[in-house]
Each structure stands twice: as structure tokens, then as C-alpha cells.
């Protein structure tokens, strides 16, 4: 009887202890034994900032914390991407002394205008890409902004220096984070030189084309045959880009120098298209 006794005090003894123990592979937020979370304190705010890569290939995102202010969230991260990154391996592309005069937001739009400043410069063509995709995805990563325009001094502009156009609003470019920043007109470059150099085959494989253009392919090689024959040189004397992504546009102007010194202009629009990591060009280039 008294083992029974003791027998029955030792089991309701290890149940105790087994129901006040909670085993800790069974996690709920409210357990104590919960892993320690550090939370964005209230008065604190994360925002992404778009710099360049310290080796100017494409842009990389900069999630920073900084401290809520008055300012409307859409101003407060422009004030932030002015300043600057200090972070090893990206580089600051905004002139220091730009100021931003106005930003507003008109249905998913936001019109950001900025002092003479980041105007009046000579900047290189990735240079003014990586200036203006800086700009535009650091505002579109905002979930009201789906696109953003640039004017100076309050008045929309054609370009910010001569290569690219910001006369419309523009979106949000993965292209520009994802892949190193390819030159548009380096596209032509190659496909004119193939042509000049004889190798059509290679111009041919450099263009994008739908079901009914490849049956006009064998049309297109034989006049660019006896067309090229003649020409000796060309140069892109102007063009301009509209916008920087997996389609691209652009208005180019060429000049053809043939035999006997002859030339003859040529303005021509293009549409790349980025397939397999790289850019084709879209339809039948004459």
C-alpha cells in the first residue's frame, strides 16, 4: 500500500513539472522564450536611396534608417539621396550643392524640381543615366509613386545634359540595378561596323524580329549587300534615349559617307529590346 502510495506521489510530481515547463521548440510571439526582435523604433523611418556602384556598372539600392520629421516622406528621401552615400563600394553622382525646390505628387506622378545646378553640367552618358535613375528609383520605391518627372527651376526640360530625354515622366528602371549599364549606341556601332566589315550574318543575328520579319530576312540581307557596298564610313552625329529598361527608344542621326566623298543623312528611330543579356535591335534595320 505505501508503494502504491509513493508510486502515485512521484506521478503527479513529474506531471507537474511537465505542464509548467513549456518546450522550446514550440515558439509563439507571446512566449517569453520568443527570439528578441529589434524593431524600427516610432520616430525612426527606412527608406531606399539609389547610388552607383564605386565602379559606375549599375545602381545599387541603400536601405537607410533615419529619423521622421515634418517633411512629407517623398521629401525626406530626396533630402537623404542629396546627401549622399558614405557607404564602401557605392560613389555619390549628385553634385553636392543641387538643391531640391519642389516635389509634388499628382495621382501616381511626383514632379521633383531641382536647382540650376544639376542642369548646367557636361556629364557623360552613363553619367546621366545613373544621375536621373538615381532620382526616379529612389522615388518610385515609395508605393504611392509609380513615376517621376524632373524639371529644373520649376520647367520640364528635354534632357538633363543631351542623351537622355526626361520631357515625359519616367518609371522605375530594374535594368539599370540588375545588369551593368550598357551603352544604347554601341548596339549600332556594332551592327553598322558587321555591315561594313562584310559580315551580314552577324548584323542579321543582332536583330529581334517577329514570325513576319524573318521570312523578309534573305530581302533585307541582299539590299544591305549592295547597299554597304558603297558606303565607306558612318557616324552617329546625334541621338537621344527614352528611358533606360528592357525596351528602349531612341532617335538617331546618322551620316553615310560613300565613294567620292558623297554623303547622305539618315534620322531613324530605334526600339532595342533586352533578350538574353543583351540588347537586339527590334525590327528590320535598313
Given at each position: 500500500m505505501r508503494k502504491k502510495c509513493t508510486l502515485i506521489i512521484l506521478i503527479l510530481i513529474l506531471s507537474m513539472l511537465t505542464s509548467s515547463c513549456q518546450p522550446y521548440d514550440v515558439l509563439s510571439e507571446d512566449s517569453n522564450n520568443f527570439p528578441p526582435i529589434n524593431p524600427i523604433s516610432k520616430d525612426k523611418i527606412e527608406v531606399i536611396l539609389y547610388y552607383p556602384n564605386s565602379e559606375m556598372e549599375h545602381l545599387v539600392p541603400e536601405i537607410?534608417?533615419?529619423?521622421?520629421?515634418?517633411?512629407k516622406i517623398e521629401e525626406m528621401v530626396v533630402s537623404e539621396l542629396l546627401k549622399g552615400t558614405k557607404r564602401k563600394g557605392l560613389k555619390n553622382i549628385i553634385p553636392e550643392n543641387v538643391e531640391m525646390l519642389s516635389l509634388d505628387i499628382v495621382d501616381d506622378i511626383a514632379y521633383v524640381s531641382f536647382s540650376d545646378e544639376l542642369y548646367n553640367k557636361s556629364y557623360g552618358e552613363k553619367?546621366?543615366?545613373?544621375?536621373?535613375?538615381?532620382?526616379?528609383?529612389t522615388l518610385t520605391s515609395i508605393p504611392d509613386i509609380?513615376?517621376?518627372?524632373?524639371?529644373?527651376?520649376?520647367?520640364?526640360?528635354?534632357?538633363?545634359?543631351k542623351y537622355y530625354s526626361v520631357r515625359e515622366p519616367l518609371a522605375f528602371s530594374s535594368l539599370i540595378v540588375?545588369?551593368?549599364?550598357?551603352?544604347?549606341?554601341?548596339?549600332?556601332?556594332?551592327?553598322?561596323?558587321?555591315?561594313?566589315?562584310?559580315?551580314?550574318d552577324k548584323s542579321m543575328d543582332m536583330l529581334y524580329l517577329?514570325?513576319?520579319?524573318?521570312?523578309?530576312?534573305?530581302?533585307?540581307?541582299?539590299?544591305?549587300?549592295?547597299?554597304?557596298?558603297?558606303?565607306?564610313?558612318?557616324?552617329?552625329?546625334?541621338?537621344?534615349?527614352?528611358?533606360y529598361g528592357d525596351k528602349l527608344n531612341m532617335d538617331v542621326e546618322l551620316v553615310f559617307t560613300y565613294e567620292k566623298n558623297n554623303k547622305k543623312s539618315s534620322y531613324k528611330k530605334i526600339e532595342l529590346v533586352y533578350d538574353k543579356d543583351k540588347f537586339k535591335i527590334k525590327g528590320l534595320l535598313y
Open positions: 537607410r534608417v533615419v529619423s521622421r520629421s515634418n517633411e553619367e546621366e543615366a545613373f544621375i536621373i535613375y538615381s532620382i526616379v528609383n509609380n513615376r517621376v518627372q524632373i524639371f529644373i527651376n520649376g520647367k520640364a526640360i528635354n534632357t538633363l545634359f540588375s545588369r551593368d549599364y550598357i551603352n544604347p549606341v554601341s548596339i549600332l556601332n556594332e551592327y553598322y561596323d558587321n555591315l561594313l566589315d562584310g559580315e551580314y517577329s514570325e513576319i520579319e524573318k521570312v523578309k530576312l534573305n530581302t533585307l540581307r541582299i539590299y544591305l549587300e549592295n547597299e554597304f557596298k558603297e558606303v565607306e564610313q558612318f557616324d552617329i552625329t546625334d541621338y537621344i534615349i527614352y528611358e
